[in-house]
């Protein structure tokens, strides 16, 4: 499985952005795909995750209410839709996959590169 993670950029306190995880064709509509963060100096965070195949999702509590995660088989890519961004918000965000469930608990095998988000206050 093969992910790229991309939409990243510098927006402000309030504002929204729309992250974008290109997984290989094949393999989009079956494996769970997560969102994960990790600013400086703190450990990799869970954000969110949508499983397959009944699209159940995860959020983590810190952005429930202004995140959205989603998945488009069509284009082979899981959207990850921020709505008002905090400071506390950027990090390096990053698209991962697994065979099975999509909860956060069990471990994500298949990892793409990040993207930068910085929300500036």
């Known amino acids: 499985v093969q992910l790229q993670a991309s939409g990243g950029g510098l927006v402000q306190a309030g504002g929204s952005l729309r992250l974008s995880c290109a997984v290989s064709a094949r393999a989009v509509s079956r494996v769970a795909v997560g969102w994960f963060r990790q600013a400086p100096g703190k450990e990799r965070e869970f954000v969110a995750a949508?499983?397959?195949?009944?699209?159940?999702?995860y959020y983590a509590d810190s952005v429930k209410g202004r995140f959205t995660i989603s998945r488009d088989n069509a284009e082979s890519t899981v959207y990850l839709q921020m709505n008002n961004l905090k400071p506390e918000d950027s990090a390096v965000y990053y698209c991962?996959?697994?065979?099975?469930?999509?909860?956060?608990?069990?471990?994500?095998?298949?990892w793409g590169r990040g993207t930068q988000v910085t929300v500036s206050s």
């Open positions: 991962a996959a697994r065979q099975g469930l999509a909860d956060p608990r069990y471990k994500y095998n298949y």
């Open positions: 949508i499983g397959w195949p009944n699209d159940n999702k």
